[in-house]
């Protein structure tokens, strides 16, 4: 079965400095991968998506990259705020045609100011 | 807000009871998944309905149904409660559910204390 892997469970970064998140996965090639935020107690909230034929996707602050030969996902944050501390998500398609998601365990960034 | 509502907030109940969950999804989703999300497990998808068919199915035990009704909204039955069934339950809605480009959009989120 598909496996996701996100590199960290938590990281600190100084405010103003780039975080960035990583997301493999093993046994799998997925169409499209999404990323969401979580706060604490609340639903995730889409952020970003990246089919299989995109490098690369950007979003004001946010970029996300996609490395199909590596089965890797990238997701950087520039010029990190306080605000952005949540945890962060990456999400596989699951191939079968709907539409459900599998989701990594997520990364739990905090920005220090 | 995403616009997906579910109720109840919170809901303590003790092993071996039966509950209900409800979701509204936002207008005009025609698509309703359900994920549980405990500690050491991470979201995991549990159920999916399109226009009130079950669409997909994942890791949702026997002891759990689900159904959409005509009015999309949709609800999640869970019975024969253990401990570890202890978790935040989310149900989120997309516009269709056939294309996995399709965004997702999570609700609150239901949780669930077993005791």
């Known amino acids: ?113 | 807000d995403s616009g997906v509502t579910q109720t109840p907030k919170h809901l303590i109940t003790a092993t071996g009871q039966r509950v209900t969950l409800r979701c509204s999804p936002r207008s005009g989703d025609l698509s309703v998944y359900w994920y549980q999300q405990s500690l050491d497990q991470g979201l995991q998808f549990l159920i999916q309905y399109y226009n009130g068919e079950e669409r997909a199915k994942g890791n949702i035990l026997e002891r759990f149904s689900a159904q959409q009704f005509p009015d999309l909204h949709s609800e999640l039955n869970l019975s024969s409660l253990e401990l570890g069934d202890s978790a935040l339950y989310f149900c989120a809605s997309s516009p269709q559910g056939s294309l996995g480009s399709d965004t997702q959009y999570f609700g609150p989120g239901t949780r669930l204390t077993v005791l």
């Open chain 1, 1 to 113: 079965s598909q496996k996701i892997e996100q590199n960290s469970e938590a990281l600190n970064i100084q405010e103003g400095k780039t975080a960035t998140l990583t997301c493999n996965y093993t046994n799998y090639s997925p169409a499209y991968l999404q990323w969401y935020r979580q706060d604490p107690g609340r639903g995730p909230v889409f952020l970003l998506l990246i089919r299989e034929n995109e490098k690369e996707k950007r979003k004001e602050r946010l970029k996300v990259t996609f490395d199909t030969t590596l089965k890797q996902s990238l997701f950087h944050i520039t010029a990190s705020q306080p605000a952005d501390s949540a945890t962060y998500l990456c999400a596989l398609d699951s191939q079968t045609g709907a539409n459900n998601l599998f989701f990594g365990t997520g990364t739990r960034l905090t920005v220090i100011p």
